[in-house]
Protein backbone atom coordinates (compact mmCIF):
# COMPACT_ATOMS: atom_id res chain seq x y z
CA UNK A 1 0.00 0.00 0.00
CA UNK A 2 2.55 2.78 1.26
CA UNK A 3 4.95 1.79 -1.53
CA UNK A 4 2.33 2.26 -4.45
CA UNK A 5 0.77 5.79 -2.84
CA UNK A 6 4.36 6.83 -2.06
CA UNK A 7 5.49 6.43 -5.71
CA UNK A 8 2.58 8.24 -6.92
CA UNK A 9 3.18 10.96 -4.48
CA UNK A 10 6.57 11.08 -5.71
CA UNK A 11 5.81 11.25 -9.14
CA UNK A 12 3.29 14.24 -8.83
CA UNK A 13 6.54 16.36 -6.63
CA UNK A 14 8.22 15.27 -10.07
CA UNK A 15 6.07 16.74 -12.05
CA UNK A 16 5.20 20.01 -9.70
CA UNK A 17 1.35 19.43 -9.15
CA UNK A 18 2.21 18.03 -5.17
CA UNK A 19 0.37 20.51 -3.17
CA UNK A 20 0.63 21.22 0.61
CA UNK A 21 -2.18 22.81 3.12
CA UNK A 22 -0.73 26.40 5.12
CA UNK A 23 -1.90 26.26 8.89
CA UNK A 24 -4.17 29.29 9.47
CA UNK A 25 -4.69 30.71 12.99
CA UNK A 26 -7.30 32.23 13.82
CA UNK A 27 -10.11 33.29 12.43
CA UNK A 28 -10.01 33.88 8.58
CA UNK A 29 -9.72 38.17 8.22
CA UNK A 30 -8.01 40.92 6.45
CA UNK A 31 -4.42 39.83 8.10
CA UNK A 32 -3.96 35.95 9.20
CA UNK A 33 -1.21 34.04 10.95
CA UNK A 34 -0.03 31.27 8.39
CA UNK A 35 2.76 28.86 9.31
CA UNK A 36 3.58 31.45 11.86
CA UNK A 37 3.96 34.26 9.91
CA UNK A 38 1.46 37.34 10.23
CA UNK A 39 0.95 38.09 6.44
CA UNK A 40 -2.03 40.33 4.30
CA UNK A 41 -4.43 37.61 3.39
CA UNK A 42 -5.00 38.50 -0.47
CA UNK A 43 -6.80 34.81 -1.77
CA UNK A 44 -9.92 33.89 0.25
CA UNK A 45 -13.72 34.12 -0.57
CA UNK A 46 -14.74 35.53 2.52
CA UNK A 47 -15.32 38.65 -0.01
CA UNK A 48 -17.36 41.07 2.62
CA UNK A 49 -15.89 39.64 5.86
CA UNK A 50 -18.96 38.46 7.06
CA UNK A 51 -17.23 35.28 8.53
CA UNK A 52 -16.27 37.34 11.56
CA UNK A 53 -19.40 39.33 11.40
CA UNK A 54 -20.64 39.27 15.37
CA UNK A 55 -24.18 39.11 13.41
CA UNK A 56 -23.72 36.02 12.23
CA UNK A 57 -22.34 34.77 15.27
CA UNK A 58 -24.87 35.54 17.52
CA UNK A 59 -27.09 33.85 15.15
CA UNK A 60 -25.25 30.65 15.65
CA UNK A 61 -25.15 30.97 19.13
CA UNK A 62 -27.98 31.02 19.85
CA UNK A 63 -29.28 28.24 16.96
CA UNK A 64 -26.68 26.22 18.56
CA UNK A 65 -28.31 26.82 22.05
CA UNK A 66 -32.02 26.38 20.87
CA UNK A 67 -31.29 23.45 18.42
CA UNK A 68 -27.96 21.75 18.99
CA UNK A 69 -24.99 20.71 17.00
CA UNK A 70 -26.35 18.53 14.26
CA UNK A 71 -28.97 17.52 11.96
CA UNK A 72 -28.76 14.01 12.19
CA UNK A 73 -30.57 12.99 9.01
CA UNK A 74 -31.04 13.61 6.07
CA UNK A 75 -33.66 15.99 4.76
CA UNK A 76 -36.00 13.69 3.74
CA UNK A 77 -35.30 11.58 6.57
CA UNK A 78 -35.59 12.82 10.06
CA UNK A 79 -33.36 15.88 9.57
CA UNK A 80 -35.46 18.48 8.16
CA UNK A 81 -35.84 20.97 10.38
CA UNK A 82 -37.92 24.60 10.53
CA UNK A 83 -34.76 26.74 10.39
CA UNK A 84 -33.84 25.00 7.25
CA UNK A 85 -36.70 25.75 5.56
CA UNK A 86 -36.79 29.29 7.13
CA UNK A 87 -32.99 29.08 5.39
CA UNK A 88 -35.06 28.00 2.27
CA UNK A 89 -37.94 30.86 2.04
CA UNK A 90 -35.16 33.39 2.85
CA UNK A 91 -33.41 32.56 0.10
CA UNK A 92 -35.89 32.60 -2.27
CA UNK A 93 -37.30 36.01 -1.44
CA UNK A 94 -33.28 37.13 -1.54
CA UNK A 95 -33.14 35.91 -5.07
CA UNK A 96 -36.92 36.94 -6.10
CA UNK A 97 -37.35 33.09 -7.23
CA UNK A 98 -40.85 31.27 -6.48
CA UNK A 99 -38.69 28.26 -4.29
CA UNK A 100 -35.25 27.30 -3.08
CA UNK A 101 -33.31 24.01 -2.12
CA UNK A 102 -30.29 23.74 0.35
CA UNK A 103 -27.58 21.33 -0.17
CA UNK A 104 -24.81 21.11 2.40
CA UNK A 105 -22.18 22.65 -0.20
CA UNK A 106 -22.54 24.59 -3.40
CA UNK A 107 -20.77 21.69 -4.68
CA UNK A 108 -23.11 18.92 -3.54
CA UNK A 109 -25.92 21.68 -5.60
CA UNK A 110 -24.16 21.58 -8.44
CA UNK A 111 -23.52 17.53 -8.62
CA UNK A 112 -27.56 17.63 -7.13
CA UNK A 113 -28.98 19.63 -10.36
CA UNK A 114 -27.20 18.68 -12.89
CA UNK A 115 -27.38 14.97 -12.53
CA UNK A 116 -30.90 15.25 -11.70
CA UNK A 117 -31.94 17.87 -14.49
CA UNK A 118 -29.54 15.94 -17.11
CA UNK A 119 -29.05 12.08 -17.87
CA UNK A 120 -27.69 9.74 -20.45
CA UNK A 121 -29.92 10.58 -22.89
CA UNK A 122 -29.65 14.88 -22.99
CA UNK A 123 -27.45 17.28 -23.70
CA UNK A 124 -25.01 19.83 -21.48
CA UNK A 125 -23.23 22.78 -23.13
CA UNK A 126 -20.71 23.78 -20.57
CA UNK A 127 -18.16 26.65 -20.83
CA UNK A 128 -14.66 25.75 -20.64
CA UNK A 129 -13.67 27.10 -17.48
CA UNK A 130 -16.46 26.24 -15.17
CA UNK A 131 -15.98 25.15 -12.00
CA UNK A 132 -14.61 21.14 -11.37
CA UNK A 133 -18.15 21.00 -9.28
CA UNK A 134 -20.19 21.44 -12.42
CA UNK A 135 -17.60 19.34 -14.42
CA UNK A 136 -17.58 16.58 -12.61
CA UNK A 137 -22.13 16.86 -12.21
CA UNK A 138 -21.66 16.55 -16.07
CA UNK A 139 -19.42 13.77 -15.96
CA UNK A 140 -21.85 11.93 -13.04
CA UNK A 141 -24.70 12.99 -15.33
CA UNK A 142 -24.33 10.84 -17.67
CA UNK A 143 -25.12 13.21 -20.55
CA UNK A 144 -23.62 14.13 -23.85
CA UNK A 145 -21.13 16.88 -22.89
CA UNK A 146 -20.31 19.90 -25.73
CA UNK A 147 -17.48 21.72 -23.81
CA UNK A 148 -18.21 25.16 -25.53
CA UNK A 149 -14.73 28.15 -25.53
CA UNK A 150 -14.75 30.35 -22.96
CA UNK A 151 -18.29 32.69 -22.99
CA UNK A 152 -18.81 31.79 -26.61
CA UNK A 153 -22.27 32.54 -26.90
CA UNK A 154 -22.05 31.73 -31.71
CA UNK A 155 -20.58 28.38 -30.26
CA UNK A 156 -23.69 27.65 -27.73
CA UNK A 157 -26.00 29.25 -30.36
CA UNK A 158 -24.20 26.57 -33.34
CA UNK A 159 -24.10 23.41 -31.40
CA UNK A 160 -27.59 24.03 -30.08
CA UNK A 161 -28.32 24.56 -33.93
CA UNK A 162 -27.05 21.84 -35.01
CA UNK A 163 -28.95 19.56 -32.29
CA UNK A 164 -31.85 21.30 -33.81
CA UNK A 165 -31.85 19.47 -36.66
CA UNK A 166 -32.06 16.08 -34.83
CA UNK A 167 -34.37 17.44 -32.26
CA UNK A 168 -37.53 16.75 -34.40
CA UNK A 169 -36.73 12.91 -34.29
CA UNK A 170 -36.04 13.29 -29.96
CA UNK A 171 -38.54 15.72 -28.50
CA UNK A 172 -37.53 14.20 -24.95
CA UNK A 173 -34.05 14.80 -25.28
CA UNK A 174 -33.17 17.69 -22.81
CA UNK A 175 -30.60 20.32 -23.58
CA UNK A 176 -28.84 21.92 -20.39
CA UNK A 177 -26.21 25.11 -20.42
CA UNK A 178 -24.28 26.03 -17.27
CA UNK A 179 -21.82 28.96 -16.45
CA UNK A 180 -20.23 30.82 -13.95
CA UNK A 181 -21.80 33.43 -13.29
CA UNK A 182 -18.29 35.16 -12.13
CA UNK A 183 -15.39 32.69 -13.33
CA UNK A 184 -13.21 31.71 -9.99
CA UNK A 185 -10.08 31.96 -11.49
CA UNK A 186 -10.22 34.46 -13.66
CA UNK A 187 -13.02 37.11 -12.70
CA UNK A 188 -14.39 37.67 -15.32
CA UNK A 189 -18.39 37.97 -15.60
CA UNK A 190 -20.59 35.20 -18.35
CA UNK A 191 -22.84 37.58 -20.93
CA UNK A 192 -26.16 36.38 -18.65
CA UNK A 193 -28.12 38.05 -21.59
CA UNK A 194 -27.36 36.65 -24.59
CA UNK A 195 -26.54 32.85 -23.19
CA UNK A 196 -30.31 33.46 -22.18
CA UNK A 197 -31.49 34.79 -25.28
CA UNK A 198 -30.37 31.87 -26.94
CA UNK A 199 -31.17 29.39 -24.11
CA UNK A 200 -35.11 30.68 -24.81
CA UNK A 201 -34.55 30.64 -28.36
CA UNK A 202 -33.94 26.45 -28.79
CA UNK A 203 -36.24 25.64 -25.54
CA UNK A 204 -32.70 25.02 -23.46
CA UNK A 205 -32.69 25.06 -19.37
CA UNK A 206 -29.96 27.23 -17.92
CA UNK A 207 -28.22 27.17 -15.02
CA UNK A 208 -25.86 30.09 -13.67
CA UNK A 209 -23.79 29.14 -11.19
CA UNK A 210 -23.52 32.34 -8.75
CA UNK A 211 -20.77 31.14 -6.08
CA UNK A 212 -18.55 34.05 -6.41
CA UNK A 213 -21.64 36.57 -7.58
CA UNK A 214 -23.27 36.27 -4.79
CA UNK A 215 -23.15 38.75 -2.40
CA UNK A 216 -20.96 40.60 -4.66
CA UNK A 217 -22.89 41.13 -8.07
CA UNK A 218 -26.19 43.11 -8.49
CA UNK A 219 -28.60 45.15 -6.13
CA UNK A 220 -27.93 43.49 -2.70
CA UNK A 221 -25.37 41.14 -4.12
CA UNK A 222 -28.56 39.27 -5.38
CA UNK A 223 -26.04 37.52 -8.22
CA UNK A 224 -25.17 37.65 -12.07
CA UNK A 225 -29.01 38.19 -12.87
CA UNK A 226 -29.89 40.76 -10.91
CA UNK A 227 -26.55 42.67 -12.56
CA UNK A 228 -27.91 42.26 -16.12
CA UNK A 229 -31.02 43.07 -14.83
CA UNK A 230 -32.73 39.46 -16.01
CA UNK A 231 -35.86 38.22 -14.44
CA UNK A 232 -36.55 35.21 -16.79
CA UNK A 233 -38.58 32.76 -14.49
CA UNK A 234 -36.59 30.16 -16.22
CA UNK A 235 -33.22 30.91 -15.31
CA UNK A 236 -32.40 28.57 -12.64
CA UNK A 237 -29.68 30.07 -9.84
CA UNK A 238 -27.06 28.35 -8.07
CA UNK A 239 -25.66 29.95 -5.40
CA UNK A 240 -22.77 29.41 -2.58
CA UNK A 241 -23.35 30.80 1.20
CA UNK A 242 -19.49 29.40 1.93
CA UNK A 243 -18.04 32.80 0.14
CA UNK A 244 -19.07 36.23 0.96
CA UNK A 245 -21.99 34.57 3.00
CA UNK A 246 -19.49 33.47 5.34
CA UNK A 247 -21.10 30.33 6.31
CA UNK A 248 -20.87 26.58 4.28
CA UNK A 249 -23.84 25.41 1.73
CA UNK A 250 -25.26 26.13 -1.21
CA UNK A 251 -28.22 26.63 -3.05
CA UNK A 252 -30.61 26.32 -6.01
CA UNK A 253 -33.16 28.65 -6.85
CA UNK A 254 -35.92 28.92 -9.04
CA UNK A 255 -39.71 27.52 -10.62
CA UNK A 256 -41.36 25.41 -7.68
CA UNK A 257 -41.68 22.53 -9.81
CA UNK A 258 -37.80 22.32 -10.44
CA UNK A 259 -37.22 22.40 -7.05
CA UNK A 260 -39.93 19.89 -6.11
CA UNK A 261 -38.52 17.93 -8.30
CA UNK A 262 -34.82 18.06 -7.17
CA UNK A 263 -36.25 17.57 -3.57
CA UNK A 264 -37.45 14.35 -4.99
CA UNK A 265 -34.13 13.26 -7.45
CA UNK A 266 -30.72 14.89 -6.20
CA UNK A 267 -28.81 12.11 -4.83
CA UNK A 268 -26.82 14.73 -2.81
CA UNK A 269 -29.73 15.87 -1.02
CA UNK A 270 -31.25 12.91 -0.36
CA UNK A 271 -28.32 10.84 0.93
CA UNK A 272 -26.43 13.15 2.82
CA UNK A 273 -26.92 14.72 6.16
CA UNK A 274 -28.63 18.12 6.51
CA UNK A 275 -26.83 21.03 7.41
CA UNK A 276 -26.00 22.48 11.08
CA UNK A 277 -28.51 24.40 12.19
CA UNK A 278 -26.49 26.53 13.45
CA UNK A 279 -24.85 27.13 10.08
CA UNK A 280 -28.30 27.74 8.46
CA UNK A 281 -29.12 30.62 11.45
CA UNK A 282 -26.04 32.30 10.39
CA UNK A 283 -26.67 32.53 6.38
CA UNK A 284 -29.98 33.81 7.22
CA UNK A 285 -28.03 36.57 9.32
CA UNK A 286 -25.95 36.95 6.41
CA UNK A 287 -28.60 37.16 3.86
CA UNK A 288 -30.06 40.02 6.36
CA UNK A 289 -26.87 42.24 6.41
CA UNK A 290 -26.84 42.16 2.54
CA UNK A 291 -29.66 43.85 2.66
CA UNK A 292 -29.40 46.24 5.32
CA UNK A 293 -26.32 47.05 5.38
CA UNK A 294 -25.10 47.62 1.21
CA UNK A 295 -22.22 49.85 2.36
CA UNK A 296 -20.13 46.32 2.86
CA UNK A 297 -21.05 45.54 -0.80
CA UNK A 298 -19.52 49.11 -2.06
CA UNK A 299 -16.60 48.82 0.49
CA UNK A 300 -15.39 45.74 -1.49
CA UNK A 301 -15.79 47.18 -4.75
CA UNK A 302 -13.84 50.30 -3.15
CA UNK A 303 -11.25 48.28 -2.51
CA UNK A 304 -11.42 46.19 -6.01
CA UNK A 305 -10.69 49.31 -8.01
CA UNK A 306 -7.83 50.76 -6.17
CA UNK A 307 -6.39 47.42 -6.29
CA UNK A 308 -6.84 46.64 -9.49
CA UNK A 309 -5.79 49.95 -11.13
CA UNK A 310 -2.56 50.24 -8.94
CA UNK A 311 -1.54 46.08 -10.24
CA UNK A 312 -2.64 47.58 -14.25
CA UNK A 313 -0.39 50.90 -13.03
CA UNK A 314 2.75 48.40 -12.36
CA UNK A 315 1.85 46.85 -15.53
CA UNK A 316 0.47 43.77 -14.46
CA UNK A 317 -1.60 41.61 -16.83
CA UNK A 318 -4.85 40.97 -15.09
CA UNK A 319 -6.35 39.35 -18.16
CA UNK A 320 -9.80 40.55 -18.13
CA UNK A 321 -11.42 40.81 -14.65
CA UNK A 322 -14.25 42.34 -13.82
CA UNK A 323 -14.60 41.97 -10.22
CA UNK A 324 -12.93 40.79 -6.93
CA UNK A 325 -11.18 37.91 -8.08
CA UNK A 326 -8.22 39.78 -10.14
CA UNK A 327 -5.42 37.39 -11.66
CA UNK A 328 -1.69 38.27 -12.31
CA UNK A 329 -0.96 36.43 -15.13
CA UNK A 330 2.76 35.52 -15.32
CA UNK A 331 2.79 32.02 -17.39
CA UNK A 332 5.62 30.06 -16.32
CA UNK A 333 4.80 27.84 -13.72
CA UNK A 334 8.59 27.80 -11.78
CA UNK A 335 8.40 31.35 -11.98
CA UNK A 336 4.91 31.88 -10.38
CA UNK A 337 5.65 29.59 -7.44
CA UNK A 338 9.08 31.65 -6.74
CA UNK A 339 7.09 34.80 -6.88
CA UNK A 340 4.40 33.06 -4.55
CA UNK A 341 6.86 31.94 -2.25
CA UNK A 342 9.06 35.55 -2.21
CA UNK A 343 5.53 37.69 -1.61
CA UNK A 344 4.79 35.51 1.07
CA UNK A 345 8.31 36.39 2.80
CA UNK A 346 7.34 40.05 2.66
CA UNK A 347 3.95 39.72 4.03
CA UNK A 348 1.19 38.85 1.19
CA UNK A 349 -0.40 35.60 0.91
CA UNK A 350 -1.81 34.71 -2.48
CA UNK A 351 -1.33 31.21 -3.99
CA UNK A 352 0.51 30.67 -7.52
CA UNK A 353 -2.40 28.57 -9.63
CA UNK A 354 -0.85 26.00 -12.15
CA UNK A 355 -1.46 23.51 -14.50
CA UNK A 356 -4.34 21.66 -14.42
CA UNK A 357 -6.12 24.61 -12.59
CA UNK A 358 -5.36 26.76 -15.39
CA UNK A 359 -4.30 25.83 -18.62
CA UNK A 360 -0.61 25.26 -19.47
CA UNK A 361 1.01 29.09 -20.09
CA UNK A 362 -1.41 30.22 -17.80
CA UNK A 363 0.54 30.33 -14.51
CA UNK A 364 -1.19 32.84 -12.53
CA UNK A 365 -1.04 34.89 -8.94
CA UNK A 366 -5.14 34.80 -8.18
CA UNK A 367 -5.95 37.45 -5.64
CA UNK A 368 -9.32 38.00 -4.40
CA UNK A 369 -10.23 41.37 -2.28
CA UNK A 370 -12.39 41.59 1.27
CA UNK A 371 -14.58 44.50 2.00
CA UNK A 372 -12.29 44.36 5.38
CA UNK A 373 -9.14 45.05 3.80
CA UNK A 374 -8.02 48.61 4.50
CA UNK A 375 -6.45 50.98 1.79
CA UNK A 376 -3.10 51.03 3.86
CA UNK A 377 -3.39 46.97 3.35
CA UNK A 378 -3.90 47.23 -0.20
CA UNK A 379 -1.21 49.67 -0.65
CA UNK A 380 1.07 47.52 1.29
CA UNK A 381 0.40 44.82 -0.93
CA UNK A 382 0.83 46.52 -3.77
CA UNK A 383 4.30 47.99 -2.77
CA UNK A 384 5.31 44.32 -1.87
CA UNK A 385 4.24 43.07 -5.32
CA UNK A 386 6.02 46.10 -6.88
CA UNK A 387 9.44 44.96 -5.66
CA UNK A 388 9.32 41.86 -6.03
CA UNK A 389 7.69 41.78 -9.69
CA UNK A 390 10.51 44.52 -10.23
CA UNK A 391 13.17 41.68 -8.75
CA UNK A 392 12.29 38.66 -10.41
CA UNK A 393 11.61 40.97 -13.77
CA UNK A 394 7.51 40.15 -13.99
CA UNK A 395 7.14 43.57 -14.08
C1 LIG B 1 -17.78 28.44 -9.27
C2 LIG B 1 -17.89 27.54 -8.08
N1 LIG B 1 -18.96 26.73 -7.98
C3 LIG B 1 -19.12 25.90 -6.92
C4 LIG B 1 -18.19 25.86 -5.90
C5 LIG B 1 -18.39 24.91 -4.76
O1 LIG B 1 -18.87 25.59 -3.62
P1 LIG B 1 -18.54 25.07 -2.15
O2 LIG B 1 -17.15 25.49 -1.84
O3 LIG B 1 -19.59 25.72 -1.31
O4 LIG B 1 -18.68 23.58 -2.16
C6 LIG B 1 -17.09 26.71 -5.95
C7 LIG B 1 -16.13 26.73 -4.82
O5 LIG B 1 -14.99 26.49 -4.85
C8 LIG B 1 -16.91 27.55 -7.08
O6 LIG B 1 -15.84 28.34 -7.19
Not at 22 to 43: N, Q, T, W
Not at 160 to 174: I, V
Not at 183 to 188: A, E, I, K, L, R
Request: some cysteine; hydrophobic content about 40%; proline content about 3%.
Amino acid sequence: MDQTFTHEIEELKRSGLYRDLIRIIGPIDAEVSIDGKEVILLSSNNYLGLATHPKLKEAASLALEAYGTGACASRLIAGNMEIHEDLEKRVARFKGCQCAIVFSTGYMANIGVITSLAGENDLILSDELNHASIIDGCKLSGAQIEIYPHKDVGRIREILMQEDRSYAKNRSKKRLIITDGVFSMDGDIAPLPEIMEVANQYGAILIVDDAHATGVLGENGKGTAAYFGIKDENLIHMGTFSKALGTLGGFIAGREAVIEYLRNKARSFIFSTALPPSVCASSIAAVDILEKEPWIQKRLWDNVTRFKEGLENLGYNTLDSQTQIIPMLIGDTDLTMEFAKAIFKRGIYAPGIRPPTVPDGKSRIRTSLMASHTYEQIDRALDVLEDEGKRLRII
